[in-house]
């Protein structure tokens, strides 16, 4: 079935900037200039523009604005928390628990630190959905232990780990608790309190705010080394001119997530089973990725038997989606999460994900499921590789 428009069913990788985003950043593009630390007229505008953003952000994480650390996105939000918690930490232990299904923001800084600096990393396993467990958590910590790194949503495949189980064991050592929830962040309730972290890391372009900025929750009375050294920003963490625009943009965002987040939920979630159960009905051995339950609303990893995922997607030029992770996109090596999750190279080669966001519609999952079963039913037929 033929259409004329791309279906974008990636917004794992990206969302497009939500019009009422763009109307609030846009001003401090062009007539709210100012530095915000001057201390004229124009600076002190774009210095109140940043405090507002801040109550935005936290208010959406249920955090203090002070607690609330403006970054250049997601990965060095999460490189300020690993790190600033590292060097900070250096005298009272070298070891860091994470798991295998880490965003590269995460595995590749636990790495760095290994590498250059003789830190100790034990990256956990996880089952056949993704979960990690608790336990496995507390076997590895160690007296030596300082921070421990477990992601909220798992952005290939959606599935969401038990935080606050895992902060129970975490906060029974004394250890530091990280989580990169770039992914959940404005899909699911991300209330920092009841999930139990010290640190959280954001990002921006992940929930309708522009590329190019993040934040990091970092709970009151905890010290980081900063990472990027210059004047005082940002309370002495994050030195350089704040991106104003970028800030006031992830402000709005959070303030539209908040506010929408139940209904959005619901509705993605609707559109999601609806796509799942056409593919479902329509393909013979598809197969869901991750799980069945705990798991975002707007993402659907699947894999269809003896199809590759790049060639599902190829027959479809239409649907803008992905193999995995926009971070390896172009590579045709078998995805590294389900890997992990234990499924073997040819089932991992087959997985696509389908990550719905604010703007598709009914006709859109529709027209979406026609044209993959469609495809799948002639890649099925075809010769194998």
Request: with cysteine; aromatic share 4%; proline share 5%.
């Amino acid at each position: 079935m033929p259409t004329e428009r791309a279906i974008y069913l990636d917004h794992n990788a990206t969302t497009p900037v939500d019009p009422a985003v763009f109307a609030a950043l846009r001003p401090y593009l062009e007539t709210e200039f100012g530095n915000p630390s001057s201390g004229h007229e124009y600076g002190q505008a774009a210095r109140e523009a940043v405090e507002h953003a801040r109550r935005q952000v936290a208010e959406l994480l249920g955090a203090d604005p002070t607690e609330i650390v403006f970054t250049g996105g997601g990965s060095e939000a999460d490189n300020l928390a690993i790190c600033g918690v590292a060097f900070s930490q250096w005298d009272r232990g070298r070891h860091i628990v994470t798991t295998a299904v880490e965003h590269p923001a995460v595995l590749n800084t636990c790495r760095y630190l290994q590498r250059r600096h003789g830190f100790t990393v034990t990256v956990l396993p996880v089952d056949q959905t993704g979960l990690v467990d608790p336990d496995d958590v507390r076997r590895a910590l160690r007296d030596d232990t300082i921070l421990v790194s477990v992601m909220h949503a798992q952005n290939e495949v959606g599935t969401l780990q038990p935080l606050a189980d895992i902060a129970a064991v975490v906060r029974e050592r004394g250890v530091l608790f990280h989580s990169d929830a770039a992914q959940s962040a404005g899909k699911v309730p991300v209330a920092v309190k009841d999930l139990g972290v010290d640190l959280l890391a954001v990002a921006g372009h992940k929930l309708y705010a522009p590329k190019g900025v993040g934040a990091l929750y970092v709970r009151n009375g905890l010290t980081l080394e900063p990472l990027i050294h210059g004047a005082g920003h940002e309370a002495g963490r994050r030195a350089g001119t704040e991106n104003v625009a970028g800030i006031v943009g992830l402000g709005k965002a959070c303030a539209l997530a908040r506010k929408h987040l139940h209904a959005e939920a619901l509705r993605l979630q609707g559109l999601r089973d609806g796509l799942w159960r056409r593919l479902a009905g329509g393909i013979p051995g598809v197969r869901l990725h991750g799980h069945p339950e705990r798991r975002l609303p707007n993402t659907l990893n699947i894999g269809v038997a003896g199809v590759a995922g790049d060639d599902l997607l190829a027959a479809v030029p239409c649907i803008a989606a992905s193999t995995g992770s926009a971070c390896h996109a172009g590579r045709a090596e078998p995805s590294g999460v389900l890997l992990a999750m234990g499924f073997g190279p040819a089932e991992a080669l087959t997985a696509v994900r389908l990550s719905l966001g604010r703007f598709n519609t009914e006709e859109d999952v529709g027209t979406a499921a026609d044209l993959l079963i469609a495809a799948a039913a002639t890649l099925g037929k075809a010769p194998r590789r």
